[in-house]
């Protein structure tokens, strides 16, 4: 076997370890359940050589669907105390224990990758899964949107739990009363590669919050504490309607509300745009500031379908100062922390998606991130992140979506099948 081969074989190794027979964990240990973008990344893993387990991960976290729409990001299938908050503390409210919040919808896009892989086995798996997706951008569209882009009420809405983009918004909440809780993350990694503990007062107070109030968007939007313009939720749902469109139209249906979404989004993306450092940003709706930062989910934009010359040249800046893809922030930023999680280190999942969207947009930055991606994972193995500049791994080990990038873009087997 030669050493892609292996790779590969190792790849599928690890999501067979994290698989618990309908869903997948993350890792074990760091993030015992099912989390909502982790498990459509999993499909499209699954999807290399296992139809049938890709549709059944993607019909799990619809499971967990609330019935205003809403998909949590963590499904509590099965308790487990080495992770905190539980489901005690989050109380959703929804079919299987869950979070109270969403996560980037990147599902309809990636399902519409699997449905590729197999048409015939695709149409008649996706089509109860296509109302639940309609439901979910729904519930993003009545509930999350300022001035045409996608907000988040939590930082771990947006996926990128600790990014500067929220330091802001952050900053102007007072935990008061959050109460003692003991923080299970830094008991399976390094303390210094996870978000500080002035962080996590103020993620727990907003879960504490939204408990309280049920869950009950309407409320929640009143004298809301948090609320961040993001260019993640934004660039991923319009994506993702542009798929679901897509799916829509082959499965016959009437897509008309779709696409009035899809306009609402690409003037809503320009609202995003950070006129005085010329790129995409995230936007603390409550202040009116800008991020000032220049992060990988700025570079979703062609993912989005939205190409411009500031950012193709912001990207060749951020792309000559590290070593592999995109950090999660520019390595330029005073800000930037090469090992900690969502301030500097690069995700082989951002870059996934970058890079689709940049070869899909015609710039050639798309193949250079496939290949460092490739490089990365064979060199450095199947971490939860890596630093940008010497790619040692980071997080957790063993993860779920690093092992689905590598089967489903960046190995070389992953262009023959
Ligand atoms: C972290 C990441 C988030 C991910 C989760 C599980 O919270 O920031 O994006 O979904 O871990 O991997």
């Known amino acids: 076997m030669t050493n892609l081969q292996t790779l590969d074989e190792k790849a599928r190794t690890v999501l067979r370890q994290n698989d618990k027979g309908h869903y997948t964990v993350p890792t074990h240990g760091l993030y015992p359940y099912q989390w909502n973008w982790d498990s459509a990344f999993a499909a499209v893993g699954f999807a290399n050589y296992d139809i049938d387990r890709a549709w059944v991960e993607l019909e799990s976290l619809f499971a967990g669907q609330w019935d205003d729409g809403m998909v949590p990001h ?25 979070s109270g919040i969403s996560q980037p919808p990147v599902a309809a896009t990636l399902a ?55 330091d802001r918004g952050m900053g102007s909440i007072d935990p008061v009363g959050v109460g003692e809780y003991t923080r299970r993350d830094t008991t399976h990694v390094n303390s210094d590669m996870r978000p500080t503990r002035y962080d996590y007062d103020r993620y727990i107070w907003l879960v504490q919050r939204g408990a309280r109030l049920g869950w009950q968007q309407s409320e929640i939007v009143k004298d809301i504490p948090f609320r961040v313009a993001d260019p993640t ?21 009437d897509t008309s509300e779709i696409a009035g979404w899809i306009e609402i989004l690409e003037a809503g993306a320009q609202s995003l745009w950070n006129p005085q450092r010329q790129h995409y940003d995230g936007r603390d709706v409550l202040s009116g500031s800008w991020a000032d ?5 700025s570079f979703l ?15 060749r800046e951020v792309l000559a100062n590290v070593t592999y893809g995109i950090p999660s922030l520019d390595s330029r930023d005073t800000r930037f922390d090469g090992k900690r999680y969502w301030r500097g280190p690069v995700w082989g999942m951002m870059n996934m998606l970058a890079g689709l969207g940049m070869s899909e947009m015609g710039l050639p930055e798309g193949e250079v991130l496939r290949r460092s991606t490739a ?28 092992a689905a990038v590598w089967l489903g873009w960046a190995s070389p087997s992953a262009e023959a099948n």
């Not at 299938?77 to 409210?93: K, L, S």
């Open 74 to 98: 963590i499904l509590f299938h099965q308790e487990d105390p080495g992770y905190f908050p539980g489901p005690d503390v989050w109380q959703g409210r929804g079919p299987i224990p869950s």
């Open 112 to 166: 519409r990758r699997v449905f590729d892989k197999n048409p015939d086995v695709g149409r008649e798996r996706l089509s109860p899964l296509y109302d639940r997706m309609v439901a979910w951008h729904r519930w993003f569209m009545d509930w999350r949107l300022d001035d045409g882009a996608v907000c988040i009420d939590h930082p771990w809405e947006s996926g990128r739990d600790n990014a500067p983009d929220w």
């Open 233 to 253: 939720m934004t660039f991923t749902l319009l994506r993702a309607n542009r798929d679901l469109l897509a799916l829509g139209a082959l499965l016959g249906r």
């Open 293 to 297: 930062s220049l992060s990988n989910a």
């Open 301 to 315: 934009c062609w993912y989005a379908g939205l190409d411009s010359e500031p950012m193709r040249r912001a990207l």
């Open 375 to 402: 490089k990365l994972i064979s060199e450095h193995g199947f971490a939860e992140y890596f630093d940008p500049r010497d790619g040692a791994p980071a997080g957790g080990q063993s993860f779920t979506w690093t």
